[in-house]
């Protein structure tokens, strides 16, 4: 089965400063890699995904970016966080028809 | 267009008793998948029961089932014998075919004792 790492577990970064969210995954080879955000106590909402090395699709027009440098490997970047960009973020991977393996997420706090 | 919904966002239900978490979808696909996951405070996401569009019964993990209703378009949550542990936000989601995942906005749900 399939074993997803991400870190950091929180993080407090003020406005304007570079993020770097890493997610790398065991268990699998050329899984489907997602990241969501999640707003307090609301749904997730689908940042980017990705269906193999350097392909990226984004679902929302932001601040924020993706890349996939190895297969098992997915990063989430920002060169100058925004508040707006406060909330959950969760790494996904899933292979085939089935459901998706989650991380334990990375809370960041933008001040 | 809203594929998932989860009308309630809020349930209470007394420790030892059953519980219904409602959720309806929107697809024109044949195939396709429903799923619920329940996610403690502690953020993470934990998958709970998976139903297939073409399964004809509905699915069973332990204390938890999915009622089924294809052409209601209906996939509820029952929890059987509730413990204060199932207190959590509960996300029921939906994927077509290899398409990506879609999640309701959530149902919160209190066990009390």
């Known amino acids: 089965s399939q074993t997803i790492h991400q870190w950091p577990a929180t993080l407090v970064q003020p406005v304007g400063s570079p993020l770097s969210l890493e997610c790398t995954v065991e268990?699998?080879?050329?899984?489907?890699l997602y990241w969501y955000r999640q707003a307090a106590g609301r749904g997730l909402q689908l940042l980017f995904y990705s269906v193999g090395i350097g392909q990226i699709s984004s679902e929302v027009p932001q601040n924020l970016s993706a890349s996939r440098p190895q297969d098992r490997q997915f990063i989430l970047s920002s060169k100058k966080l925004l508040l707006s960009d406060s909330g959950f973020y969760l790494c996904?991977?899933?292979?085939?028809?089935?459901?998706?393996?989650f991380g334990s997420g990375t809370r960041l706090t933008v001040v | 267009a809203q594929k998932i919904t989860q009308t309630q966002p809020g349930m209470f239900v007394q420790e030892k008793e059953a519980v219904t978490l409602d959720c309806t979808y929107d697809t024109s696909d044949q195939s396709y998948g429903l799923f619920w996951y329940k996610q403690p405070s502690s953020g993470e996401m934990i998958f709970l029961i998976y139903?297939?569009?073409?399964?004809?019964q509905n699915a069973t993990e332990g204390r938890y089932s999915l009622n089924f209703q294809k052409a209601r378009k209906s996939a509820n949550l029952v929890i059987s014998a509730s413990q204060l542990g199932d207190s959590a936000m509960y996300f029921c989601a939906m994927r077509e075919g290899r398409n990506d995942m879609r999640f309701g906005a959530g149902t919160r749900l209190t066990v009390k004792p």
């Open positions: 139903q297939g569009s073409y399964d004809e």
């Open positions: 268990g699998t080879s050329n899984p489907n």
């Open positions: 996904a991977s899933t292979e085939g028809y089935y459901g998706y393996t």
